[in-house]
């Protein structure tokens, strides 16, 4: 069994899903399984360096507030910055239970081939087009990153990346370089490598449940078959689960997937309760975005530089919505059809009488709804996803006719 939170060389390709927000956290430390005091010294850090720069951001908007083409392009900046604080927030506080789901994924998750080749062909896909698509991401955020970061060397004056206003002569040397310098470090390191380490973290652990639902339906499907024997067999040789000293094969089958459901239950409940704040200031980041990128786009000057950062500043926030959304969908659809694989199962020949009640309380107990949502506001689904451009849409519409007047 590998070692907790070794995931390098698992083959398994499900958990490798794991690989990509590990390497961009641990860069960062904020890794759940990597606490001691100088990771949580550098976290705090990190975090009152955000909340320097959002502060300067806030005092722009203030003192801008009659422009709406200067309030939208530093709001586009002030929104991601504000989810950087609130996610690096999360995985602080929340590392303790982050650690404790981790471990439970590397030591009692089935491996893919639990479920046959054709599962494990089907997982493997699935997992790829999650890779990608957080890959697309992070290029996505890093051309933003760049884009605007850049803008101080493309005019050849004294502005900042970030549009904000300090308390004291930021534009005369050496503070400027220094306020410089710390802008470009901050949006990098900590906005861009916090939020995509989160946000993968987040699709890392959703796609790992999605993952063990689809086993679970697919092994809980030979109950009442002749394949029973071998697919218990495949179970205890993983050592991902305790071994059940029953004669009747069906039923030690079901006994190990009632075990995985519990811990599978467990699991949902506890990410819905770390990510639900920052699910919701997603939510909320996401509505703010897409307008004020859509503002931009239509009202300021835009030259290629403008135009390829803010693109791929609207693009990447489409695409981190839709990972929630479609992820959070993926979790709740597969846990609602567990209880009609269990129905869906050859339990007709099945001769034990108890192991078909068993098989019926099963069924009652797995109807409770599986969900996560942001803050109980909304649950994130596909309906959520077009809520949300409905309403940014809205907003956008509003805020037009406003600078039109």
Same mark, same amino acid.
């Given at each position: 069994?590998?070692?907790?939170?070794?995931?390098?060389?698992?083959?398994?390709?499900?958990?490798?899903?794991?690989?990509?927000?590990?390497?961009?956290?641990?860069?960062?430390?904020?890794?759940?399984?990597?606490?001691?005091?100088?990771?949580?010294?550098?976290?705090?850090?990190?975090?009152?360096?955000? &909340?320097?720069?959002?502060?300067?951001?806030?005092?722009?908007?203030?003192?801008?507030?009659?422009?709406? %083409?200067?309030?939208?392009?530093?709001?586009?900046?002030?929104?991601?910055?504000?989810?950087?604080?609130?996610?690096?927030?999360?995985?602080?506080?929340?590392?303790?239970?982050?650690?404790?789901?981790?471990?439970?994924?590397?030591?009692?998750?089935?491996?893919?081939?639990?479920?046959?080749?054709?599962?494990?062909?089907?997982?493997?896909?699935?997992?790829?087009?999650?890779?990608?698509?957080?890959?697309?991401?992070?290029?996505?955020?890093?051309?933003?990153?760049?884009?605007?970061?850049?803008?101080? $060397?493309?005019?050849?004056?004294?502005?900042?990346?970030?549009?904000?206003?300090?308390?004291? =002569?930021?534009?005369?040397?050496?503070?400027? =370089?220094?306020?410089?310098? !710390?802008?470009?470090?901050?949006?990098?390191?900590?906005?861009?490598?916090?939020?995509?380490?989160?946000?993968?973290?987040?699709?890392?652990?959703?796609?790992?449940?999605?993952?063990?639902?689809?086993? $679970?339906?697919?092994?809980?499907?030979? $109950?009442?078959?002749?394949?029973?024997?071998?697919?218990?067999?495949?179970?205890?040789? %993983?050592? %991902?689960?305790?071994?059940?000293?029953?004669?009747?094969?069906?039923?030690?089958?079901?006994?190990?997937?009632?075990?995985?459901?519990?811990?599978?239950?467990?699991?949902? =409940? =506890?990410?819905?309760?770390?990510?639900?704040?920052?699910?919701?200031?997603?939510?909320?980041?996401?509505?703010?975005?897409?307008?004020?990128?859509?503002?931009?786009? +239509?009202?300021?000057?835009? /030259?290629?530089?403008?135009?390829?950062?803010?693109?791929?500043?609207?693009?990447?926030?489409?695409?981190?919505?839709?990972?929630?959304? +479609?992820?959070?969908?993926?979790?709740? /659809?597969?846990?609602?059809?567990?209880?009609?694989?269990?129905?869906?199962?050859?339990?007709?020949?099945? /001769?034990? !009488?108890?192991?078909?009640?068993?098989?019926?309380?099963?069924?009652?107990?797995?109807?409770?709804?599986?969900?996560?949502?942001?803050?109980? &506001?909304?649950?994130?689904?596909?309906?959520?996803?077009?809520?949300?451009?409905?309403?940014?849409?809205?907003?956008?519409?509003?805020?037009?006719?406003?600078?039109?007047?």
């Amino acid at each position: 069994m590998p070692k907790t939170g070794d995931i390098f060389p698992l083959k398994d390709p499900v958990k490798r899903a794991l690989f990509i927000p590990k390497l961009l956290l641990e860069s960062t430390n904020f890794w759940p399984e990597k606490r001691n005091f100088l990771t949580k010294a550098t976290n705090w850090l990190m975090l009152l360096i955000c &909340v320097f720069i959002e502060s300067g951001q806030i005092a722009f908007v203030v003192v801008n507030f009659d422009d709406i %083409t200067k309030i939208a392009s530093a709001m586009s900046t002030v929104s991601t910055t504000f989810q950087a604080i609130t996610k690096m927030s999360v995985l602080y506080f929340y590392s303790h239970k982050l650690k404790n789901v981790l471990r439970l994924i590397w030591h009692e998750f089935w491996p893919a081939e639990v479920g046959g080749a054709k599962i494990a062909s089907q997982l493997q896909l699935y997992n790829k087009i999650i890779i990608s698509a957080a890959i697309t991401m992070f290029i996505s955020g890093v051309l933003f990153a760049f884009g605007f970061l850049s803008s101080p $060397l493309r005019s050849g004056s004294r502005i900042l990346p970030f549009e904000a206003i300090y308390p004291f =002569e930021w534009n005369q040397s050496p503070l400027y =370089e220094i306020i410089y310098v !710390v802008e470009w470090m901050t949006n990098i390191a900590f906005i861009v490598v916090g939020i995509c380490g989160h946000d993968y973290l987040f699709v890392g652990i959703c796609s790992n449940i999605v993952g063990q639902y689809i086993l $679970l339906k697919s092994v809980v499907g030979n $109950l009442g078959t002749k394949q029973v024997s071998e697919v218990n067999r495949r179970i205890e040789l %993983t050592k %991902t689960t305790h071994f059940v000293k029953v004669d009747d094969e069906n039923a030690k089958l079901l006994r190990l997937c009632i075990r995985h459901h519990v811990v599978l239950t467990h699991v949902c =409940e =506890e990410v819905a309760t770390i990510f639900s704040f920052s699910s919701f200031i997603q939510l909320f980041s996401s509505v703010t975005a897409l307008c004020m990128a859509a503002l931009i786009m +239509t009202f300021a000057e835009v /030259d290629v530089a403008l135009f390829t950062a803010v693109s791929s500043y609207l693009f990447g926030h489409l695409l981190q919505l839709f990972l929630f959304c +479609t992820l959070g969908n993926e979790v709740i /659809d597969h846990a609602n059809k567990f209880p009609s694989e269990i129905f869906a199962s050859e339990w007709y020949n099945i /001769d034990d !009488v108890r192991i078909k009640k068993d098989m019926l309380f099963v069924m009652q107990r797995a109807q409770i709804d599986v969900k996560i949502s942001a803050m109980g &506001v909304r649950t994130l689904d596909f309906q959520t996803f077009i809520g949300v451009l409905r309403l940014s849409f809205s907003f956008y519409t509003m805020l037009s006719k406003l600078t039109d007047v």
